[in-house]
């Protein structure tokens, strides 16, 4: 070569040494920082997905700390209802204790109700200081806020969960199907050919063996008593037995009466049968009715239409009859009915409610609606902010005001009655030598916290716990994945450096030969 004016050799050899100077920089850059991507340029396809899956790693990891706070959360309500728990069992033990009125004085009953009063004040106390971070647990701040709920129609309803997608509200509408029944067995009041001059009265002396949920007894009444000293003998033993029993038509014996459960469902039976042999094997035989195929019970109003309805079949003789749950929809959905309670769970929607027995037993009756306007816990499961990587659940207040909500005689009663001067006290029970409704609303009071605890148990056990087990394992599987596309693979690189070093060495020593090579041309001139 005899030009000097472009020395091509030293271009080309320089051009390389850039490109080798870039090289090693660059694998110094990712040696240095760890990263095979440090700028958009070093792979950008891979800088696209590698942020997508770190936004879900963040997004997973916060998840499972949302998780890990809730169970906390629940772990610290679950703590404070062992406490009432203890409490309420204390109690029951202090109200059987006191209804041993043979055994104990009237002081140490005064006693077992201080004790009671003490214990009732401490599950309100309990109710209103538990709390997590400033957040109240068990006052009822967590529950949902309802809205026209008619008593008239439903006696009491618990959420334990709602989703609010798009709306603020949720209504509940609730249709009666078909009514719920307590179990019931009819004995006619009226009489054929000569024993209709009996009518209204008992042919010959009955031993009846009455049976029911609770228990068994034996009445006897005597030949010629009205119906009414049949009605009298029942009802005396309906605490043990669960059975009463009424006229038909309160104004007409002839008319008949009917022996019906106390309470409503299909887990409620009364059985009715005679245990001596008429006197007169000529007179008619005992015999009772029940509804065929549990239909709708007929019109009480005078006169009862036996002639009717044995004709038509409608009432068959036996001697046991089970009662019926409600069937009723909830928002379009069948519910689980259970006496005059209904349920539902699904993802939208999780409740129970308690319905009242004129809505309960009247299919006829116009739908009944409430809304649920807010409240209830929210957390936020997922990496991603939408309903289904969402839960709601509802916590109740467990003061005494609102535990053990039991219907007796049309009243809903409650954990509070309990204290003194109230109407279900150890002295009231006492002075009505019934301890039975104290009993009741204390084993409605146990079942609630119970339940509470169970549902609480079981979101922490079936969503907590697994949604932090699968969280984990996704933000494993990202953080490989991200690694993969992101981080340097530093023996490559190692490799990598050694090659761009040699380069650098030799580019720099072929660049100082081709730069001399230009001074060859001094020769030509005889230098």
Do not use: C
């Amino acid at each position: 070569m005899a030009r000097i004016n472009t020395n091509v050799p030293s271009l080309v050899a320089r051009a390389n040494l850039a490109k080798s100077g870039a090289e090693l920089q660059t694998r110094l850059q990712r040696l240095s920082t760890g990263l095979r991507i440090n700028r958009g340029g070093d792979d950008p396809a891979g800088l696209i997905i590698s942020e997508r899956l770190r936004s879900d790693i963040q997004g997973n990891d916060q998840g499972i700390k949302n998780s890990e706070r809730a169970s906390s959360v629940i772990a610290t309500t679950e703590a404070a209802l062992t406490e009432v728990s203890d409490l309420l069992n204390s109690i029951r033990s202090l109200i059987v204790e006191a209804a041993n009125t043979g055994a104990n004085s009237a002081e140490e009953r005064a006693a077992n109700q201080l004790q009671i009063d003490s214990a009732i004040d401490s599950i309100t106390r309990i109710s209103n200081t538990a709390s997590f971070g400033g957040l109240k647990l068990l006052n009822g701040s967590m529950d949902y806020s309802l809205s026209g709920v008619r008593t008239s129609a439903i006696s009491k309803a618990t959420v334990f969960g709602a989703s609010f997608i798009g709306t603020d509200r949720l209504q509940v509408d609730v249709d009666v199907l078909a009514s719920a029944q307590t179990a019931a067995l009819y004995m006619r009041g009226d009489y054929t050919g000569s024993a209709s001059a009996a009518n209204g009265t008992v042919l010959s002396t009955l031993a009846l063996r009455i049976a029911g949920a609770r228990g068994v007894a034996e009445v006897t009444i005597i030949s010629g008593s009205p119906l009414s000293k049949v009605v009298d003998a029942v009802n005396q033993v309906q605490q043990l037995t669960g059975i009463k029993a009424r006229l038909i038509n309160p104004l007409d014996a002839t008319s008949g009466l009917v022996f019906h459960s106390i309470d409503y469902g299909s887990n409620q039976f009364v059985s009715v049968d005679r245990v001596n042999s008429p006197a007169d094997p000529n007179l008619s035989p005992f015999a009772t009715y029940q509804i065929d195929n549990n239909a709708a019970v007929p019109s009480f109003g005078p006169p009862f239409p036996w002639t009717t309805m044995l004709s038509s079949a409608a009432l068959t003789i036996a001697n046991r009859d089970v009662g019926r749950d409600v069937s009723a929809l909830i928002n379009g959905t069948l519910a689980t009915g259970d006496g005059l309670s209904i349920s539902m769970n699904t993802p939208v929607l999780s409740l129970t409610l308690l319905l009242a027995e004129a809505l309960a037993t009247d299919p006829e009756a116009a739908v009944s609606s409430f809304d649920i306007t807010g409240g209830g816990a929210l957390f936020q499961l997922g990496p991603q902010v939408n309903a289904q990587q969402q839960t709601n659940i509802g916590i109740q207040s467990v003061a005494a005001s609102n535990l053990g909500g039991v219907v007796i005689d049309g009243v809903q009663q409650f954990l509070s009655s309990l204290k003194s001067g109230q109407g279900n006290s150890i002295a009231e029970s006492a002075r009505r030598r019934d301890y039975s409704t104290a009993s009741s609303i204390l084993d409605a009071a146990i079942d609630e916290v119970a339940i509470i605890r169970g549902r609480l148990g079981a979101f922490e056990k079936n969503v907590l716990q697994t949604n932090v087990r699968s969280l984990q394992a996704a933000f494993e599987n990202l953080s490989a994945s991200d690694s993969k596309i992101r981080d340097a693979d530093f023996a490559a690189e190692t490799s990598a450096l050694t090659r761009a070093q040699i380069l650098q060495a030799a580019g720099t020593t072929v660049l100082g030969l081709a730069n001399q090579s230009s001074q060859q041309v001094l020769s030509l001139l005889g230098g």
